[in-house]
């Protein structure tokens, strides 16, 4: 009878066992799955998508120029524009601009250009710095004004070309804008009032130029 019992509950342990490692190996499976659909978080991914606010950043470098592409890639939205703000590796707004896209259209440009010599503050125009750009309805009749209220909507793409020099080896990397999501009202806020400021102190700069339509 004793012998009896033991097996049963040997085989009993044995069955718990068994159930545990096939959890185990399921919840495995599903982590592993979750992992490679991404998960369902709302973090930023890269490259416009349903955010407003897009940034990346720009290195001239001993090889010379970058190159900046915004697209409008849909009409659900209608017109939008691309309010560009510019700040150099100091944190200081140098330029500022307003530019509109129609849908599916391609802006494009050096990014030496789009800043040009207008750079807002002494120092001269930088060779490094961050590009930060807000998908807006247009707010100046049909026309875009970064330095009035606005209201972002999605959604622009963005991608900016590095030029590299490494001994005598150069080459090229495009990276898209990181969609950040959206601005807060406190940096909206602050990115259109320094836009004002620069472009209003009477000194003719601090105003970029926008991409070419290709």
Same mark, same amino acid.
């Given at each position: 009878?004793?012998?009896?019992?033991?097996?049963?509950?040997?085989?009993s342990?044995? $069955? /718990?066992?068994?159930?545990?490692?096939?959890?185990?190996?399921?919840g495995?499976?599903?982590?592993?799955?979750?992992?490679?659909?991404?998960?369902?978080?709302?973090?930023?991914?890269?490259?416009?998508?349903?955010?407003?606010?897009l940034?990346?950043?720009?290195?001239?470098?001993?090889?010379?120029?970058?190159?900046?592409?915004?697209?409008?890639?849909t009409?659900?939205?209608g017109?939008?524009?691309? /309010?560009?703000?510019?700040f150099?590796? $100091?944190?200081? /707004?140098?330029?500022?601009?307003?530019?509109?896209?129609?849908?599916?259209?391609?802006?494009?440009?050096?990014?030496k250009?789009?800043?040009?010599?207008?750079w807002?503050?002494?120092?001269?125009?930088?060779?490094?710095?961050?590009?930060?750009?807000i998908?807006?309805?247009?707010?100046?009749?049909?026309?875009?004004?970064?330095?009035?209220?606005?209201?972002?909507t999605?959604?622009?793409? $963005?991608?900016?070309?590095?030029?590299?020099?490494?001994?005598?080896?150069?080459?090229?990397?495009?990276?898209?804008?990181?969609?950040?999501?959206?601005?807060?009202?406190?940096?909206?806020?602050?990115?259109i009032?320094?836009?004002g400021?620069?472009?209003?102190?009477g000194?003719?700069?601090?105003?970029?130029?926008c991409?070419?339509?290709?």
């Amino acid at each position: 009878m004793r012998t009896k019992l033991a097996n049963r509950w040997r085989r009993s342990r044995l $069955g /718990m066992v068994a159930i545990a490692l096939l959890a185990i190996m399921t919840g495995a499976s599903a982590n592993a799955a979750t992992l490679r659909r991404g998960g369902t978080s709302s973090g930023a991914s890269s490259g416009g998508g349903q955010g407003t606010f897009l940034s990346g950043y720009f290195d001239f470098g001993p090889a010379g120029d970058n190159l900046i592409r915004l697209e409008n890639p849909t009409s659900a939205n209608g017109n939008l524009c691309a /309010m560009i703000y510019v700040f150099n590796a $100091g944190e200081s /707004m140098g330029e500022c601009c307003g530019c509109l896209l129609t849908p599916n259209e391609l802006l494009q440009d050096s990014i030496k250009t789009v800043l040009g010599p207008g750079w807002g503050f002494s120092g001269g125009t930088p060779g490094t710095g961050v590009i930060q750009v807000i998908s807006a309805l247009p707010n100046n009749g049909r026309l875009c004004s970064p330095l009035q209220v606005y209201t972002p909507t999605p959604t622009l793409n $963005g991608w900016i070309t590095h030029s590299h020099l490494i001994g005598t080896i150069s080459g090229l990397t495009e990276v898209s804008l990181v969609d950040n999501g959206s601005a807060d009202p406190t940096e909206e806020t602050s990115l259109i009032n320094t836009c004002g400021a620069i472009i209003g102190n009477g000194s003719g700069s601090g105003s970029c130029t926008c991409p070419r339509a290709e």
